[in-house]
């Protein structure tokens, strides 16, 4: 009971200690003449606080807490005071329109108190943008679909009143509800364009203005760490979002072009990188085998495909898979995609020299069980890579080539000795994206004459049990579901050769794909075309969204 009385005392005398400091706040304003605003009936606005920086504020003993376009409304301690005067003025020098109050001590505090919920985009030199997970919540509890997207975004771009800042919070909140991969900033001759890639196709947001346009292009520029006044050359950076105890990196490209520079932000969400090796869509019979290869202690899995096609995404799969605090692992990036705990990744470096190639030596050195070497791009790191491959390591890594059959030709072509290969190589894939049909609106329909014929053609070469029979395809529509696209998510179309015997001799007499294709036919291996039209008779995927990605008439 005393400790009871205690605490309620306490209360009392805070109050009372509460009401005085207003009630002299208000006596002082009219002392200098101005208004009096008691600061615990006020919600500050972020935008307003974002003026200036925290420390600068309760230095200064200043509290901006509303913002109407260039009006700002700042709540001051003592208009007296040297420091007070000196923040005023430099807000004006900003341009904007003062309007001061009296307000107490405490009222400070309370309004200062919100420098820790907001997202300080202006302090984000270091590269780390944070967006509150309460906006960001609230954000995605408004979209229901890409119009509601659009909506929000060009109403906050329209909005006089809003931070550049808090643009870029909306555009940014916007691909990570939709789970954009690339958000694209495009000037054209009258407007400038954004557009979000969603399952690997861009699909228009919204349009905005030049002066909107400059001063995003600005705050992107700021916070991923690059030079705001070269406009005429390509940049690179990255920055962070910060959303609760998750980092999200976002690669930033801008390119000069004929009305401005094109800005391309590229969302890297480690969500979308933990995708289990047997949920990638690879076919069970090649599963099987690229299961068997994991296992092996030494020798190398080659991954082709062009920019885009999930090559990243199916390596670390891999990775994931082999992975146990037994085997050190260790990988050469360019750049760091992901973070993957429990390996050591280490990214190139041009400045320093830290190429893939002497990457490669140096990681030769670290006593590795298996290597990732994110892409062999010259004849030096492909023969490194062949070495380690033939000394006792596992080495994943990634080559651009149409096909599968293409890897040989183009390692020969890489100056690779074609006599190593068969003793180096294990297993080399291909692969590429395809949408996925939206399940809650996808069409069935009687294919034409000429989709039949394409289809059959391909179908009777599959050699597996229950190939399903060519009756009914499905095509895509369009829904809410799906935000109007027909499709929702996407799938791995996979082909792959293992390295035997028969491969060899090709490879040493005759390296071209034909021959390389006719050498593999034997492994009972599907080819894209295959599998493609393996997932399009099962309803997972659609004849144009096939055609779109891979050349069914090869």
Known sequence: MPLFQDQKQEDRLREFRKKEAEDLAEILSKKYGLPYLNLFGVSPQADALRVIEEVEAREAFVAPFKRI????????????????????????????????FMVSRDGLEHVWERYMEISRADKTQAG???????????????????????KITKATIDDPGIHTSRVLEVILAGALSTGASDIHIEPEEKQIRMRYRLDGVLIDITFFDLETYKLLRSRIKLISGLKLNVKTAAQDGRFSIKIDKTDIEIRTSVLPGAYGESIVLRVLNPK???????????????????????????????????????????LYAFIRKVYTTKVKVVTIEDPIEYHIEGITQTQTHSESDYTFASGLRSVLRQDPDIILVGEIRDSETANTAINAALTGHLVF???????????IPRLIDLGVDAKVLSAALNLFLAQRLVRKLCDACKKEEEPTAEERKLIEGIAITIKRDNVPKLEKIY?????????????????????????????????ISHPNESEIWKA???????????????????????????????????
């Open 272 to 314: 979308s990188i933990l995708v289990p090796l047997e949920e990638l869509g690879i076919e069970p019979r090649l599963l099987e085998v690229i299961n068997a290869e994991l296992k092996k202690p030494n020798g190398m899995i080659l991954n082709t495909g062009p920019t885009g096609s999930g090559k990243t995404t199916t």
């Open 69 to 100: 376009g260039n009006k700002l409304l700042v709540a001051v301690a003592s208009p007296q005071n040297e420091k007070t005067k000196e923040a005023l003025a430099g807000l004006e020098k900003q341009g904007f329109h003062i309007e001061t």
């Open 475 to 507: 095509r895509a529509v369009g829904c809410t579901a799906c935000n109007n696209t027909g499709y929702r998510g996407r799938i791995g179309v996979f082909e792959g050769i293992l390295m035997n015997d028969q491969i060899d001799a090709v490879a």
């Open 520 to 554: 593999a036919e034997p492994q009972n291996l599907l080819s894209m075309a295959q599998d493609g039209i393996l997932k399009l008779l099962y309803g997972i995927t659609s004849l144009d969204e096939l055609n779109r990605v891979i050349d069914l008439d090869e």
């Open 128 to 150: 780390v943008l944070d967006i509150s997970p309460e906006d960001l919540r609230q954000f995605m509890d408004k979209v229901k679909s890409l119009d509601d997207i659009s």
């Open 397 to 407: 890594s990634t080559l651009h080539t149409n096909n599968a059959a293409g890897t």
